[in-house]
């Protein structure tokens, strides 16, 4: 049993080895590989022909043949060694150079050249060209050119066994034979080499093609498979399933081996298949487009892809179906929440824009053209600014970039509007944000609070007048309870001296009391007078009217010929003033006031010197001035002259409310008073301002810098 056991153990190594004999090597490149094939081969061929050709040799009793066959078979197994070694190249040299070794024994013992030539040397150049690559077998023909040119000339010397005796020419003429086979044989080989090459090309691409077929296939399986609420279908232009893959299969009830391999009025119900047949003869035909068509209780929207090949040529058509049910559910509520949206913000009263993240307007509803007074098309595209004032567009701007930079959620500006007629409006700016929290634009709810604007400018102004007249109200009681108090106290003292005198019977005393007494109630009803006109002032007696002022100074002038000749004053009025409107007769009482003020307080060592004029022109009104060369105003006192009683000289003529009635008047008229001059005995140049156009009676400041255009 152990014999038998080493027995098969030793068959089983002998195996492989006798099969590793038969198995040519591989080489990485293919052509070494084909000439190994080959060279493996004839190697074989000739060990095997050299051992039965000598076998015969020995058994008919020829030594010498048979060690030479013997020799032969040495050589070609050493080659084939060299073979199994992978020295291809080695192995190739040896085989080659055995055959022109054998070829020439053979013409030396006697074969000849001509018996020889064709066979063993035109087999010797057949074999290389098909074992060789160019240049190795140019180099073998030369050395095969070089054997023959030696073996002709010892036949020609008599050198060998050869019954020939050949002549140089003969040389030439083996020479003209193998040149032409070798031609030949390296002519086919490699045309057969070119053949080969170009058959292993055309097998790589069909391989890759394949392969990238089954590639192509496999990735559009993959990606129908994971393709949520879809299928793919593939087919070909006998409108047969060729590949079906997707979820949406088994949604619709379908399988794969339900559809793939039959055609489309086999898988698909006729009135359906009908239905789609000619989407799909179309996308057969090279078209590219998408179809929305129900099936059953769903809708699918179809993708018809033509799959072309290298040729331009439309191989197949592709079908991505893919199920839209609840998108198309989920659209059509969204549209009618939309429309309910539209109906809602058309028929509001605020206008509605939304505008992007450049704060570009996107959408504007109908009522901006009511708010605006622009149509909602020809905002669209276009800045927000285009809306607003050229002077509030900054700060709207600054409030959107504001609440974009702050991620604040929303707030609120006034501002007005870029419209013919000039609107307030207030905003309310809520901000947008994406899913990522990136600001994307804003939406704007405007409405127009032109009247509620104008209602708080007219509070604020009431407020003012109201907080002006409780403070003049204030001044007035205080001051005439003051300067009404200083005759009451006279009289109450005189009465009482008038009646002791009356007593003592002195009746000089008492008429000189009764005189001081008629003083004080003579200066008392100045006093009231002048209160009472102060208090007159505003209340309308006549109807404002166009006047030219000039006309204003000519009547107060005539009203002081007696005091202007008294003083022989020198008065100078610019000629051509502007038209004024206003209450004439209060008018020419303020230029009548101003005039006397400027004889009364100039220096009695001077002549008056009084230039009444117009400064200028500004904003729908004009600046007249009176200016005199009298005693001067130091500057601390330019507001004080102008309240109520107030004298820089008690002892001049006057109760010291002119300047205040003159005040009044002006700023009932929407004008304005100041005084200017450089201290005592620099003279005095009073501004006013009066409107060339009707204007509202209003309420102003008191300071004169607010006054449009004021010198100084």
């Not at 002519?187 to 590639?215: C, G, P, V």
């Not at 590949?243 to 088994?250: I, N, Q, V």
Request: charged share 20%; with cysteine.
């Amino acid at each position: 049993m152990p014999d038998v056991h080493r027995s098969l153990v030793s068959d089983m190594r002998m195996k492989p080895l006798i099969v590793r004999m038969f198995q040519p090597p591989r080489f990485d490149d293919e052509d070494q590989t084909r000439i190994a094939q080959t060279q493996h081969l004839l190697l074989l061929v000739c060990l095997t022909i050299a051992l039965i050709a000598a076998t015969i040799n020995a058994a008919l009793g020829r030594s010498t043949s048979t060690i030479a066959l013997l020799i032969s078979a040495g050589v070609a197994l050493i080659a084939l060694l060299l073979l199994y070694a992978r020295r291809l190249r080695l192995s190739i040299a040896l085989l080659l150079s055995l055959f022109i070794g054998l070829t020439a024994s053979l013409q030396v013992i006697g074969r000849g050249a001509h018996d020889t030539v064709t066979g063993l040397y035109a087999a010797v150049i057949v074999i290389g060209s098909l074992l060789l690559d160019r240049r190795a077998f140019i180099g073998m023909v030369a050395v095969i050119m070089l054997v023959i040119a030696g073996i002709v000339t010892a036949e020609m010397y008599g050198w060998t066994r050869s019954p020939y005796e050949s002549e140089p020419g003969d040389w030439f003429d083996l020479a003209l034979i193998l040149g032409l086979t070798a031609f030949a044989a390296r002519l086919l080989s490699e045309s057969l080499q070119r053949s080969r090459a170009l058959a292993r090309a055309h097998a790589k691409t069909l391989a890759a093609q394949a392969a990238a077929l089954r590639a192509s296939e496999e990735r559009y399986r993959i990606l129908a498979a994971n393709l949520p609420d879809s299928a793919v279908l593939i087919f070909d232009h006998d409108l047969r399933f060729v590949l079906s893959e997707g979820p949406e299969l088994a949604a619709t009830g379908y399988s794969k081996a339900a559809l793939e391999g039959r055609t489309l009025y086999e898988a698909l119900p006729h009135a359906f298949a009908a239905q789609v047949e000619g989407n799909i003869r179309a996308v057969l035909s090279g078209r590219r487009f998408s179809a929305e068509i129900p099936y059953e209780d769903r809708i699918y929207h179809y993708h018809y892809v033509p799959l072309i090949d290298d040729s331009g040529a439309v191989r197949y058509g592709m079908i991505l179906a893919r199920n839209v049910t609840e998108q198309r559910r989920a659209q059509m509520a969204l549209q009618e929440r939309e429309a309910q949206l539209r109906l809602i913000t058309e028929n509001m009263g605020d206008a509605i824009t939304q505008l992007n993240a450049a704060f570009t307007v996107i959408y504007a509803s109908p009522s901006v053209q009511r708010v605006f007074g622009y149509l909602p098309e020809t905002i669209n595209g276009a800045s927000i600014s285009v809306l607003i004032h050229p002077d509030d567009a900054p700060g709207v701007t600054m409030a959107l970039k504001r609440i974009r930079d702050e991620g604040a959620s929303a707030t609120r500006i006034e501002y007005r509007g870029r419209s013919d007629h000039c609107r307030w409006l207030e905003s309310e700016i809520r901000a947008l944000y994406g899913t990522n929290g990136q600001f994307t634009g804003a939406i704007l709810t405007t409405r127009d609070v032109t009247e509620r604007k104008q209602i708080e400018v007219e509070r604020e102004r009431l407020i003012a007048e109201l907080e002006q007249k409780n403070a003049e109200l204030e001044r007035f009681t205080y001051t005439a309870s003051h300067d009404l108090k200083s005759p009451l106290i006279t009289i109450q003292g005189f009465l009482g001296y008038l009646e002791r005198d009356a007593q003592e019977g002195n009746t000089k005393r008492m008429q000189d009391d009764i005189r001081r007494i008629g003083a004080a109630v003579h200066k008392m009803e100045r006093l009231l007078n002048d209160l009472l006109e102060l208090s007159r002032i505003g209340r309308v007696s006549a109807a404002p009217q166009y006047v030219p002022f000039n006309v204003v100074v000519q009547e107060a002038l005539e009203l002081l010929v007696g005091r202007i000749a008294e003083r022989q004053a020198r008065i100078s009025v610019a000629p051509e003033m502007p038209v004024v409107y206003g209450e004439r007769t209060r008018l020419v009482e303020v230029v009548q006031n101003l005039v006397d003020n400027a004889l009364k307080f100039c220096d009695n060592q001077y002549t008056p010197d009084i230039t009444i004029g117009v400064l200028r022109e500004s904003q729908g009104s004009s600046i007249f001035f009176v200016r005199d060369n009298g005693i001067g105003i130091e500057p601390k006192y330019h507001e004080q002259i102008f309240g109520l009683f107030n004298k820089l000289d008690p002892r001049s003529a006057g109760t010291g409310v002119g300047l205040t009635i003159v005040r009044r008047i002006i700023e009932v008229h929407g004008g304005r008073i100041w005084v200017e001059s450089g201290g005592p005995g620099s003279g005095a140049t009073f501004y006013f301002s009066l409107p060339i156009a009707a204007t509202p009676v209003q309420e102003v400041s008191h300071d004169r810098h607010d006054a449009p255009g004021a010198p100084g």
